[in-house]
């Protein structure tokens, strides 16, 4: 198995500039989330899906941000327009309703927003 | 108060001793209590998975359950310095399959 696959590992961008992560969880996972990771904040749940379908955004730190899973193996995070407090690395897991509720995480997007 | 908490360290330990990390729950219905290990710049890994109160045994691991006291630790026996890096405490206080997180226990094993 894969695991979860985060594309691309490293952001450099400047502000206000749109940026885009993608994830392809774990085949035959049903959940998927995406988190933001901080020196200050710690590890932040921003929104989850269950079967494609959007469960809890309320994570989603504010209308620049906006997450998508148009099929059962990709998703999306947009930021636009990206601010330099969107610094952080994100990182997208996902779980199964067989896996005893255990995330598998991917390796993480580092952004950098100048 | 935050609903996980966890002393953020770093807690220093000498190899070869037992490394115990705690972590403390607000909500008295969480059914499912897990330890994460995280290494500098990696992402997280399931360290031990534990639901009902008691201790659970995975080689050197050991987690320990208490819902009366609301509290779940994690007892790592014969440090080694690999055993370094942030362990995340995350709860899952219901069906939905979201875990509240710990802001972590940083663990330094000296040799």
């Known amino acids: 198995d894969a695991g979860v696959i985060q594309s691309p590992r490293h952001e450099v961008t400047e502000m206000g500039q749109e940026v885009t992560l993608r994830c392809k969880p774990i085949?035959?996972?049903?959940?998927l989330f995406w988190y933001r990771q901080t020196m200050m904040r710690g590890l932040e749940l921003l929104i989850y899906?269950?079967?494609?379908?959007?469960?809890?955004d309320s994570g989603m730190p504010e209308d620049r941000f906006s997450a998508k899973m148009p099929n059962a193996s990709f998703s999306t995070l947009k930021i636009q327009p990206s601010e330099p407090r969107d610094s952080a690395v994100y990182f997208c897991?996902?779980?199964?309703?067989?896996?005893?509720?255990?995330?598998?995480f991917g390796p993480g997007t580092r952004l950098l927003v100048l | 108060q935050k609903e996980v908490e966890q002393n953020s360290g770093p807690l220093s330990v000498p190899e070869g001793a037992i490394a115990s990390l705690n972590c403390t729950y607000s909500?008295?219905?969480?059914?499912?209590f897990f330890w994460y290990r995280q290494y500098s710049g990696k992402s997280p890994e399931l360290i031990m998975s534990?639901?009902s109160n008691g201790d659970k045994e995975d080689g050197r691991f050991t987690a320990q359950l208490n819902k009366a006291s609301q509290y779940v630790s994690l007892l790592i026996r014969d440090s080694q310095p690999s055993d370094s890096a942030t362990y995340l405490c995350?709860?899952?206080?219901?069906?939905?399959?979201?875990?509240?997180w710990g802001a972590g226990t940083k663990l330094i094993i000296k040799p």
């Open positions: 995350a709860v899952n206080r219901g069906s939905n399959y979201q875990l509240i």
């Open positions: 899906f269950n079967n494609n379908v959007p469960i809890d």
């Open positions: 909500d008295r219905g969480s059914q499912s």
């Open positions: 534990i639901y």
């Open positions: 897991a996902s779980t199964s309703v067989y896996g005893q509720e255990t995330q598998y």
């Open positions: 085949s035959g996972h049903d959940y």
